[in-house]
């Protein structure tokens, strides 16, 4: 090995210590020690990665938790985690898949028919590389998994965050919302690539946000999107083919030393729902516990009304 070679390897090694330290100071901590003993919170996708942190979060500070997952087994296996990490029993499993709307209505209905109260929702459950698969509903699966369920569920809910108001709703979109080709509502329905598919249900889930943020003034009930951060979970396990090999490794193997813990990507969602004084953010993007400005594709005048409108026929909501 030439002293050229020893010399560059020692400048990477350096460089990327400086980086990671540099990532650490930047990530943002909830600072909040706010208790939610007597309130309620459900977490979609809560059996893994960041909706497992936030809900073990909530479980920490006395809340009653409800895991909403597709996958009774490891769903079962986070809340037995749970209750052993917390000493807190209240954390339930229910049953939702977000692939299909007459799941998110069952459960939706047994949560209004059950629980007294809602006073945080977390719509956290996503996919990433769904292809241009189809749901027994007919839309593309990335789109109704990350995005439509997502809208039905939360206004299925709505009666009861009211009812328990101040309440809040939290949606976990992405800094990826921002790229993609441009977003239009009838480019919802049609596969232009993973990428596309991924970054436009995340755009979506934004300009939802802002949308009902304005349809919800007044009301007690505050909602906010947030982007995680880059975080080492498992969200490319649908990924195959090269992009799978690709997307593995960059998240398991190259990138891995650089990426956030699940539990420090739960910041930013843990402080949406417990800090204090943040209502009058309603609508906001937040990253690293920090409220950020619009993403330039959020703020095209009169989209998030368009969207709405699609999504009330896509998921039928008047029935
Ligand atoms: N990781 C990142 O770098 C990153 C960056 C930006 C945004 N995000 C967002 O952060 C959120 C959490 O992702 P994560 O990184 O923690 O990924 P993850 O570990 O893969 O967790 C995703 C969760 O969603 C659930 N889910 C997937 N499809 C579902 C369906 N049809 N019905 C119900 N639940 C379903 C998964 O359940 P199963 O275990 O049963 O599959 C899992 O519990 C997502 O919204 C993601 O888009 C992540």
């Known amino acids: ?50 909706g497992f942190q936030t809900a ?13 997952c597709r996958n009774y087994k490891k769903a079962e296996a986070a809340r037995r985690d749970i209750i052993k990490m917390t000493d807190n029993p209240n954390v339930f499993v229910k ?15 047994e949560i209004n028919k059950t629980e007294e109260r809602l006073d945080v929702l977390v719509n956290n459950a996503a996919a990433a590389f769904l292809y241009d698969e189809k749901t027994k509903d007919g839309l593309l699966l990335g789109m109704q998994v990350n ?19 101040p309440s809040r709703i939290v949606n976990t979109s992405s800094l990826l919302a921002e790229y993609g ?12 690539g993973n990428f596309d598919l991924y970054t436009h249900s995340k755009l979506a ?19 906010y999107s947030v982007h995680p951060g880059a975080v080492k979970t498992d969200i490319f396990r649908d990924a195959e083919g090269w992009a799978g090999s690709f997307m593995t490794a960059l998240f398991k193997r190259w990138m891995n030393f650089f990426f956030k813990t699940s539990e420090e990507g739960a910041q930013t969602t843990i402080y949406c729902a417990v800090e ?3 209502e009058k953010f309603s609508g906001h993007h937040f990253v690293d516990c920090r409220r950020v400005n619009d993403y330039k594709r959020a703020t095209v005048p009169g989209l998030g009304e368009q969207l709405w409108r699609e999504s009330e026929e896509v998921v039928n909501l008047t029935n």
């Open 1 to 50: 090995m030439t002293s050229y070679t020893v010399l560059s390897l020692v400048f990477i090694l350096i460089s990327a210590i400086v980086a990671k330290l540099y990532l650490k100071l930047i990530t943002g901590w909830c600072p909040s020690q706010q208790c939610m003993v007597g309130k309620t919170a459900i977490i979609t996708g809560a059996n893994t990665g960041i």
């Open 56 to 68: 073990l979060d909530f479980a920490k500070r006395g809340a009653r938790v409800i895991l909403a």
């Open 95 to 109: 049953i939702v898949d977000m692939s299909s709307f007459e799941s998110v209505r069952a459960f939706a209905q």
């Open 147 to 165: 995005y439509f369920s997502l809208f039905l569920l939360t206004n299925l809910l709505l009666d009861l965050l009211k009812k328990s108001q």
């Open 181 to 192: 080709t441009a977003f239009s509502v009838d480019k919802l329905h049609k596969y232009n």
């Open 205 to 223: 889930i934004i300009l939802f946000t802002k949308e009902l943020a304005k349809r919800l003034e007044g009301s007690g009930v505050t909602v």
């Open 276 to 278: 204090k004084n943040i």
